[in-house]
């Protein structure tokens, strides 16, 4: 399995705001996802990070919300932009194996004040 | 519209017993059916999977079981350690894409 690392781990951030979440991978890897879990749910995918292209997002989830980078196979960035309360989740990347498994990185955790 | 479902928040079970956590899809178009683990401030951890082809997949103390008429899998622990206890997520994987859908999860606390 592939050792995913992301950057912050944790943040407190204001209002209004935005935070860049870093995504490292430890091996190349064609499909990298970013997920939210909200306090108390369960994890719903944000949007698909192509290399080389726009990401795909998911019903619910905008671009100019959530914009994201995938510059090469190994790293993806996602951005929350002018944060809400509402923003306040763990935001999960994960990369899918080159068989149907994903894994899944520690985590960063948000809280918008 | 929740396409995967785990409708109990919550499991306790006494150590070495069997712990039997459920999950029912909706979606015919799965293909592909895993199983997550996951601890407080980390991320989720797999577990084991299965294919939609498959009725059953075993690795050490897990097993996986797949009900495709019921449309419902199950995961099975046994004998159940205290080290198990964490929420668990049952995940289905749509035939294009790769994403997953997530159920709610199940609390599984284990008893010494």
């Known amino acids: ?113 | 519209d929740q396409q995967v479902k785990q409708n109990s928040p919550s499991l306790s079970v006494q150590e070495g017993r069997i712990s039997i956590l459920n999950c029912d899809y909706t979606n015919s178009m799965f293909d592909y059916f895993l199983w997550y683990k996951k601890y407080p401030a980390e991320g989720p951890t797999f577990l084991i999977s299965i294919s939609s082809i498959k009725d059953k997949n075993e690795d050490g103390r897990f097993t996986v079981f797949l009900n495709k008429s019921a449309k419902h899998l199950s995961l099975h622990i046994v004998p159940s350690q205290p080290g198990d206890s964490a929420v668990y997520f049952c995940a289905a994987r749509i035939n294009q894409g790769g994403k997953l859908i997530f159920g709610q999860g199940t609390e599984l606390s284990v008893k010494p």
Do not use: H
Not at chain 1, 70 to 87: G, H, I, Q, Y
């Open chain 1, 1 to 113: 399995s592939a050792v995913i690392s992301q950057k912050p781990s944790r943040d407190i951030c204001q209002r209004g705001t935005s935070l860049t979440i870093q995504c490292q991978v430890d091996s190349q890897v064609t499909m990298m996802f970013w997920y939210r879990q909200q306090p108390g749910q369960s994890l719903t995918l944000i949007a698909t990070a192509n290399q080389g292209s726009e990401a795909t997002y998911e019903s619910g989830f905008v671009i100019d919300k959530f914009p994201i980078s995938r510059p090469n196979l190994t790293f993806s960035t996602l951005t929350v932009s002018n944060m809400s309360p509402e923003d306040s989740s763990i935001y999960l990347c994960s990369v899918a194996s080159t068989g149907y498994e994903q894994y899944f990185g520690p985590g960063t955790r948000l809280t918008v004040t």
